[in-house]
Every structure is written in structure tokens, then in C-alpha cells.
């Protein structure tokens, strides 16, 4: 059985999310995306729960199903802020949980060190080994995963608060991580260039904090399970074999890619930042250091090796954004869903429509410079303006864009990308 899933996401009851973030968009945007299994997201939250138990029905086999069949698994995410090695550290992990029984008992230790009613993903002073011992006390089926490992505020690896190596985070729990999600900001070929991330499995979900089609799905990680049931889908982020691959943005999309300021207005690849030692050329202070290059202080391997049993992975700009792009229009107006709309109802859903769906037969339902980009998009080949210090990357489909983009300073440039991303 073919699995498409999406396994961190958020509720309305998040901050900075849509109010009408429910089950019911979860599930309709999700058909259209192509997804046939999501996270619950935000399942400490005490209204969040209730409607999950309400709305969703609870299998024998540690999924949950909704009335119209789409799949979910239990999923929080939750920020840890404390103090480890002489240094403050932020670290957010994702929980993923077999039950609601399970759920319930989470949430009753997760409130003996906080609240948990006034955000979707809680903040707790609590050091990562030691949440992972005391969740795996309550179930060994709790599969704690680090989220986003590379952004500079909030991860494992982060320039700003995270750690050189995964053990020196969860020290004697560390045999209990299994998979990392990479960040959009971060891509399979980046962490392959540490060899001591080689056993963990590398997943991809979106973080979503909205249900639209270019932000649900954005990232996925693909199963090929016998059955899908918790324990298959477990067993597989525990030991690889039936986790097949992962769908990606371009990693130069995240908003943390590239370093700089962007009060400053100024974005600077890692060979930039090391010429002038850190110090933004505009303000005199430390630039915020991205993804690239904590990567490459990190390293130690070059750039382009692979590892032998590394698993498959597709580079994709979701298709609204290739349409605005094309039209010339923004992201949500009527021209853009006009064009999106015809091509769902020929071929279902968005992945099918950018992964496999022919040219002849994409040709027939939309113009040829819309069918172009697609196949651009699906061979890789759509060169991305990098995102720096908290605003997204830019695609370029032309050299129209090129020669537009230079002519305006790099903030305004990426003005409206979080139209396109939000999370």
C-alpha cells in the first residue's frame, strides 16, 4: 500500500494558523493535494483533542479515520526551552502517539511542567533526553522525532540554540531517536554529508499552519506498508524498510537558507558570510547564520556524496506557485485557482498532476507555458532565489525575473512569499 503522509502539521488552535484549520479542510485539501495519510497536529491542546475524539473514529490499529476515510495519526509538536552545556537551547520535536489513551497520559505529564491550553505546540522548560525517557514510559510505541533539525532558532542543529551533535542533545536517549525531519530549509543531500546522521531515517512533512494547497504537503514522506496501521508505519521510520522516499521543495525556498539580515536588507551565501567574519556590512552585528552553512560547519563529508542505501527523494515547487508565476497574478486569486481547478479535475490530485501526469495529456487541459513549467518543475530545473533570516526563497522561471529582481533590494524582493509559505 502506497502511503503519501504529512505527519506534522497544525490545528487553529496554533499560533499564526487559520481559524478555519478543522478536520474537514484538513481532509478536503489534503484529497486535492494527494495526501492519504496526515498528522493531527497539536493534539495536547484540550478543545483540539475534544474535537479530534469527536470527529474523528479511533481503529484497533492506532489510526484514526474520518468520516470521509482520509487517514490521521495522532501528532503534536512541542518547543523545549531550557538550559544544557553552559548554553541556552530551543528544540522542537514532533510526538507521535499509538492512542488516545496514550494522548491523555502525554498530556497529563506534559502539565505537571506547563500549560497546555493556550498554544497548539506548548512550551515546556524541559530537557530533550529527558521528555523522551519519561514519554517512552508511558509507551514504548511513542516515536519522538526532531522537527525541522536545521533552523537557526527552534532545532537540534540550530546556529542560534542547538547542539554539534545529536547525542550531546539526547544523551542516553539518543538510541531511542529514529528519524529526523530535515526542514524545508534542508534537503536528503545536505544531511547525508554527516555521517553520524546515516541511521537515522530523514523525513519530510510540511509544518503546516494552513490548509491551502501550496503549504499542506509541501514536503511528504512516502511508505510502501502491507497495511497501514501504527505499527507498520513505526516499524518503518525505526528501521527504514518500507519508507521509500520523501517529496522536498528546493531547500534555497526556506526561510532560513542563506544567512543575512533582513531589516537590513542584506542575503549572503555561506562564502559571502565567511569573507566578513559574520558581521553584517549594514548594522555591524551578527548576521543570522542559515542552513547552508551550519551544514557545512558540521560536515564531514563533501558536498555530493551519497550513501549506499540512500532513499529516493523528489524536488517540487508546489503547482499554485508554478501557476501564479505563469499568469502573473497572486497566489489565491480567481485567475490562479481558475487554471489550478482544471487541472484537479482532470487529473485528481496536485502530485499526480506534477509528478506523473503526461505532457499530451496536460496540453489538453491547460496553455503550453503552464505544461511547461510543470515538466521544468518535475525535472528539477527551476532555479530558486535563496530565502535568508525569516523570508522565504524566490522561484525564477525566467531570466525576465533575473533582470527584474535586480533592480529591486533584496527585501522587497521577497515581499508576499508568505503567501506562498507560512509556517
Avoid at 97 to 126: C, M, N, W
Avoid at 305 to 313: N, S
Amino acid at each position: 500500500m502506497k502511503i503519501i503522509s504529512d505527519l506534522h502539521l497544525h490545528s487553529k488552535y496554533s499560533r499564526a494558523t487559520s481559524k478555519q484549520l478543522d478536520t474537514a479542510n484538513l481532509e478536503k485539501w489534503a484529497k486535492v493535494k494527494g495526501l492519504n495519510l496526515l498528522g493531527t497536529g497539536d493534539f495536547t491542546h484540550p478543545k483540539w483533542i475534544q474535537e479530534l475524539k469527536t470527529n474523528l473514529t479511533e481503529q484497533d490499529n492506532g489510526i484514526l479515520k474520518s468520516a470521509g476515510g482520509m487517514s490521521f495519526v495522532l501528532q503534536t509538536e512541542v518547543s523545549l526551552i531550557y538550559s544544557d552545556m553552559g548554553k541556552g537551547r530551543r528544540v522542537h520535536n514532533v510526538i507521535l502517539a499509538p492512542s488516545f489513551e496514550v494522548v491523555d497520559q502525554i498530556t497529563e505529564y506534559f502539565l505537571k511542567h506547563g500549560r497546555v491550553d493556550y498554544d497548539g505546540r506548548p512550551i515546556f522548560k524541559i530537557p530533550s533526553d529527558e521528555m523522551t525517557y519519561e514519554l517512552l514510559k508511558i509507551s514504548k510505541d511513542i516515536e519522538v522525532i526532531p522537527a525541522h533539525i536545521w533552523t537557526p532558532w527552534f532545532s537540534l542543529f540550530g546556529s542560534m540554540s542547538g547542539y554539534d551533535h545529536i547525542k550531546d542533545c539526547f544523551k542516553d536517549q539518543t538510541d531511542n531517536i529514529h528519524a529526523l525531519e530535515t526542514g524545508l530549509s534542508s534537503d536528503p543531500p545536505m544531511n547525508w554529508r554527516l555521517s553520524e546522521l546515516d541511521r537515522f531515517a530523514l523525513v519530510s512533512f510540511s509544518d503546516s499552519h494552513s490548509f491551502w494547497p501550496w503549504r499542506i504537503g509541501r514536503e511528504a514522506t512516502l511508505f510502501e506498508l502491507k497495511e497501514l496501521t501504527y505499527n507498520n508505519l513505526i516499524k518503518a521510520l525505526r528501521t527504514k524498510q518500507g519508507l521509500t522516499g520523501t517529496i522536498e521543495v528546493d531547500p534555497a525556498y526556506g526561510k532560513y537558507h542563506w544567512d543575512g539580515h533582513r531589516n537590513c536588507n542584506v542575503c549572503l551565501s555561506p562564502k559571502e558570510t565567511m569573507k566578513i567574519n559574520g558581521i553584517c556590512p549594514k548594522c555591524g552585528k551578527p548576521v543570522t547564520i542559515g542552513v547552508e552553512y551550519r551544514v557545512e560547519q558540521l560536515a564531514d563529508r563533501e558536498e555530493g556524496f551519497m550513501p549506499k542505501q540512500a532513499k529516493d527523494f523528489k524536488r517540487l515547487i508546489p503547482l499554485s506557485e508554478i501557476i501564479s508565476k505563469i499568469v502573473g497574478t497572486a497566489i489565491a486569486t480567481k485567475k490562479v485557482w481558475a487554471e489550478f481547478n482544471k487541472l484537479i479535475d482532470h487529473f485528481k490530485s496536485e502530485l499526480n498532476i506534477l509528478l506523473d501526469a503526461s505532457e499530451e495529456d496536460l496540453k489538453k487541459v491547460v496553455d503550453e507555458k503552464i505544461v511547461n513549467a510543470i515538466l521544468k518543475n518535475r525535472a528539477g530545473k527551476i532555479e530558486v532565489q535563496p530565502g535568508y533570516d525569516g523570508e522565504y526563497g524566490i522561484p525564477i522561471f525566467s531570466e525576465k525575473d533575473r533582470k527584474e529582481m535586480s533592480k529591486i533590494e533584496v527585501k522587497k524582493k521577497q515581499t508576499g512569499l508568505n503567501d506562498f509559505i507560512n509556517q
